[in-house]
């Protein structure tokens, strides 16, 4: 891997949290993702599935954690089962992890190879009465593709059909959302790879230039700082472009006048970053330009003010979507007529934004958090309003990433990452 080991204790740690929430005389296994197929003989490049990774620090294919922390025998408390490394793959892929290796890395004691997981695993299932599966249960998640964890489960269940079953999900739901101050490290490296990204091209942007020439300069910044890349498809959308809320062609020319709406993070050992910026191509806003860009300013820092501890996001979304009315009044995009008679399913600022302000961020872009309950101290989430008009020619959202404090202001991963209206031009023009 590029990046730098991570503390083992971090893995140790959330193991332990999670068997804390375990039914007495449970197991719970954990697979990694396939490396999955384009055509002939090439595959797409392997991503570790977050939750092996979350709870092992494993991050290659072929891996299974398994937890039973109510083992009769101690030893078989926390297993890994690997694929076995020999010389043949060392010489055409790379060797994989060794045992000992395994332990440097996860703090598991115990590892088997692949070859040996359906005896072992016999001698586990007699010994317990319930099984954890992991569902895929994000609110979000929309998948048509038979992972390799489906799989497990299959097998499982039609081969131990009289064993009780639970879900890892709502578990690993809750302990996810919360960051280890090892983990908001981690998302701060990749927040701070993402600003050398953004100071890049901030340099580099003039009018000709074309939008996949940008992607291109946050990659090179990104790869020379031991990132893998994009933490997720990167938006590069100039002039009306931009009112195209997931535009990821980036395949069009930058001309005077406009504006590009940059949505990009760089990945850091598998966590997130999420920064969103809006600058001139001409390194000048306009009039109007900086009057929308200053507005969705104001909202993202008072907006930004509301994520303390004990906020419900349905209702933060509520008092977000007050700002921004006051200040679509306030650029005459919407007039006190229509606040009046907006439906309240749909507001009248949802013309102009009409997506939501924050959603929770880590190991996944939109990482795990169950949005009925409240937020709480050292969650993180992004802060990101946004302003489109079509009609003029551009759209402006502004976003960073905040961590939740316990009595304070949340803390902004990307404080360091310009975004002042006269700052971007100063920079631009320096």
Not at 27 to 50: C, E, G, K, W
Request: overall charge negative; aromatic content about 10%.
């Amino acid at each position: 891997m590029k990046y730098h080991p991570i503390d083992k204790n971090l893995f140790v740690k959330n193991r332990k949290n999670f068997a804390s929430e375990m039914k007495s005389n449970s197991l719970a296994v954990f697979n990694s993702n396939d490396i999955y197929p384009i055509s002939a003989d090439s595959t797409m490049p392997f991503q570790q599935h977050r939750d092996i990774f979350y709870l092992s620090g494993v991050d290659q294919e072929e891996s299974i954690l398994v937890i039973f922390p109510d083992c009769p025998n101690k030893k078989h408390r926390e297993l890994l089962f690997l694929k076995e490394t020999n010389d043949h793959i060392a010489v055409w892929e790379g060797e994989k992890l060794t045992k000992e290796k395994a332990f440097e890395v996860s703090g598991v004691k115990t590892v088997y190879w692949l070859k040996d997981l359906e005896k072992i695993m016999f001698e586990l299932m007699t010994q317990c009465d319930t099984v954890y599966i992991n569902t895929n249960e994000h609110y979000r998640a929309n998948v048509e593709t038979e992972t390799r964890e489906d799989r497990f489960t299959k097998w499982l269940k039609s081969t131990y059909p009289a064993h009780a079953v639970a879900k890892s999900a709502p578990i690993l739901q809750r302990l996810r959302s919360v960051k280890d101050p090892i983990e908001i490290d981690i998302m701060q490296q990749a927040c701070n790879i993402t600003e050398k990204g953004f100071r890049r091209i901030l340099d580099f942007v003039k009018p000709g230039v074309w939008e996949y020439n940008i992607e291109a300069e946050f990659m090179h910044e990104f790869l020379n700082n031991r990132s893998k890349g994009f933490a997720y498809s990167p938006i590069v959308a100039s002039g009306n472009n931009a009112n195209v809320l997931h535009y990821v062609e980036n395949n069009q020319e930058c001309k005077a006048g406009d504006l590009i709406l940059l949505d990009i993070g760089a990945e850091y050992a598998n966590y997130s970053s999420d920064m969103t910026r809006t600058i001139p191509v001409s390194g000048k806003f306009s009039k109007r330009q900086k009057e929308v860009y200053n507005a969705v300013n104001r909202v993202k820092n008072e907006a930004t003010k509301l994520l303390v501890p004990g906020t419900l996001i349905g209702e933060y979304h509520k008092e977000v979507g007050k700002l921004m009315t006051a200040e679509l009044l306030g650029l005459k995009l919407l007039d006190k007529a229509d606040v009046q008679n907006e439906d309240p399913d749909w507001p009248a600022y949802k013309k102009y934004f009409m997506h939501g302000t924050s959603h929770h961020i880590g190991l996944d872009t939109h990482d795990y958090g169950i949005l009925t309950e409240p937020i709480q101290a050292n969650m993180v989430f992004t802060v990101e309003p946004g302003i489109y008009i079509p009609d003029e020619g551009f759209g402006i959202r502004l976003e960073d990433d905040v961590v939740i404090q316990e009595s304070s202001e949340p803390f902004n991963l990307m404080r360091n990452i310009p975004i002042d209206a006269d700052d971007i031009e100063s920079i631009m023009n320096s």
